[in-house]
């Protein structure tokens, strides 16, 4: 037998027994290791002597040759937490634990389903239930929450101003101020007002007309003073009826010492134009001289003649029309004339303007001092009238001078 080879000793008895016996270890140290073995009869356990360290027996077969406390150990020892998982061995008890890890669990890791089990209620918190696919649906709030449409009936105001619609966002209309005659405008900060005429836009569109069957805005005027608006909601002559011979289209009364009063965009709906001159000049002269000129022509286009009591006068080829006196500052104070301009066809197009005027003029208190005159002429034009001037030879028209337009039918 060669020094490596080991002897094996093999005894048996009682556990008292191999408590009592204790192996010869060889002598010399260096010589080949005996190996002792111990059965206990009365446990049915094997035991090997360790000869290393703190000599002793060591079971290594039967009941307890590996422990409970050595297999927790075991396993609690291998325990590894994870990114989500946090395990905790005890001992004493003995016990182990696996809690989730707080905010750990993301939404990538969730693996979601058609199971409503979890979803949420009014009795716990929860998944939201599978959406409809259908965007005028949304999550309410009843005991089992479940998506539908969104009422009026569903909404409930109170008197806060917050989200109220502005000219940035759209929102809810403000309260109702309990007043009919007050609509919500388009303010910036919108507001129920009271709508007032010069809030309304109208425009050439004949939909809310009045008519027989509804209230509604009257028609556009036919720039025809000799028609009216009749039952039908139509503009009319009136049958049978008789038609005003002079129609007064426009009226000036002068202020701020006017030199002149001029009539423009006169309408073409007349046959003859009248213009009435009642007043006075402030020239420094017993009269002064009522003159007119037609669409703003200054040219030598006019021709005139006068006739009064001293005799006649004329132009020919001159730069306005000649017509009658009206008294001047050194005319008795508060006497003033008048003057008749007629102006025949005004808005034909195939002859040269006719124009005659009638005047009566008193100066002072004496009858040498009381004149009339008629006066005729032509503006060599075939154009239709649409202005007329009426000034004087010298200076302005005297304050509340009136200078009257009419329309002939």
């Not at 004493?92 to 696996?98: D, E, H, K």
């Not at 599978?130 to 009936?153: E, H, M, R």
């Amino acid at each position: 037998m060669t020094d490596n080879t080991l002897n094996a000793f093999v005894a048996r008895g009682s556990s008292t027994d191999r408590a009592a016996f204790t192996p010869d270890i060889p002598t010399p140290g260096s010589g080949p290791d005996n190996g002792y073995y111990w059965f206990e009869e009365d446990t049915n356990k094997l035991y090997a002597w360790n000869n290393t360290g703190s000599p002793g027996w060591v079971q290594v077969i039967g009941s307890g040759a590996y422990s409970d406390e050595q297999a927790q150990d075991a396993v609690g020892g291998i325990l590894t937490d994870t990114a989500t998982i946090d395990f905790t061995y005890n001992d004493g008890s003995p016990s182990i634990t696996a809690d989730v890890k707080a905010a750990s669990i993301t939404e990538a890791m969730q693996i979601l389903a058609n199971n409503t089990t979890n979803n949420v209620t009014s009795t716990k918190h929860g998944y939201a239930p599978i959406a409809p696919a259908d965007a005028t649906q949304f999550l309410n709030g009843a005991a089992t929450a479940a998506w539908a449409a969104v009422k009026d009936s569903d909404l409930s105001t109170s008197d806060i101003t917050t989200n109220n619609v502005t000219s940035s966002k759209h929102g809810f209309a403000p309260k109702s101020p309990a007043d009919a005659t007050q609509f919500l405008n388009g303010a910036a900060t919108p507001a129920f007002a009271a709508v007032k005429d010069s809030d309304l836009s109208t425009s050439d569109i004949t939909t809310n007309n009045v008519s027989t069957s509804k209230h509604g805005f009257a028609p556009k005027l036919p720039n025809d003073a000799t028609k009216y608006l009749d039952g039908t909601g139509a503009y009319s002559v009136p049958a049978g009826g008789s038609t005003p011979a002079k129609v007064l289209i426009t009226e000036a009364v002068t202020t701020s010492s006017a030199s002149n009063v001029t009539f423009s965009s006169i309408s073409s709906s007349y046959r003859d134009l009248e213009i009435r001159v009642r007043g006075r000049g402030d020239t420094a002269a017993t009269s002064v001289t009522i003159q007119i000129q037609l669409n703003s022509d200054t040219g030598n286009n006019y021709d005139w003649e006068v006739e009064n009591r001293f005799g006649t006068g004329n132009g020919n080829g001159v730069a306005f029309m000649r017509l009658g006196d009206i008294p001047a500052a050194s005319a008795t104070a508060n006497y003033a004339g008048g003057q008749t301009i007629t102006i025949y066809d005004y808005k034909g197009t195939t002859f040269y303007k006719s124009i005659e005027g009638i005047d009566w003029l008193l100066t002072s208190q004496s009858s040498a001092n009381m004149f009339n005159s008629r006066s005729g002429g032509w503006w060599r034009s075939t154009s239709a009238v649409n202005a007329v001037k009426v000034y004087l030879s010298a200076g302005n028209f005297v304050d509340n001078s009136v200078v009257s337009l009419y329309g002939l039918l």
